[in-house]
């Protein structure tokens, strides 16, 4: 009798450790199908991020501004389209 309450026991609680287990795993899963998504997400739009930032530092760099009227003039202009000043 005294055995059959401590089996007894040993039962509840390995019932309530695979218990805890099995709801931590189903958790994780659940957490999972929720993460897996977001983490796609999250990297797809840093791309998208990064992608922009690099065409903006891309045009920034073919681009200069003007030192008379400091307008944002081709790199390569010789003569500045707004003001007329003169670079060469
Ligand atoms: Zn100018």
């Known amino acids: 009798m005294k055995y059959a309450i401590i089996i007894g026991l040993i039962c509840a609680l390995l019932a ?3 218990g805890s287990y099995v709801s931590w795993t189903f958790y994780f899963l659940a957490f999972g199908v929720f993460i897996v998504p977001a983490a796609v997400y999250g990297f797809t739009m840093f791309m ?7 065409k903006i530092a891309e045009s ?4 200069r501004n003007c030192v008379k009227c400091g307008r944002s003039i081709p790199w390569d202009a010789n003569l500045c389209p707004y003001c007329g000043h003169d670079f060469t």
């Open 16 to 18: 309530m450790y695979l």
């Open 48 to 54: 998208r991020f990064m992608e922009d930032f690099r």
């Open 60 to 63: 920034r760099e073919k681009s």
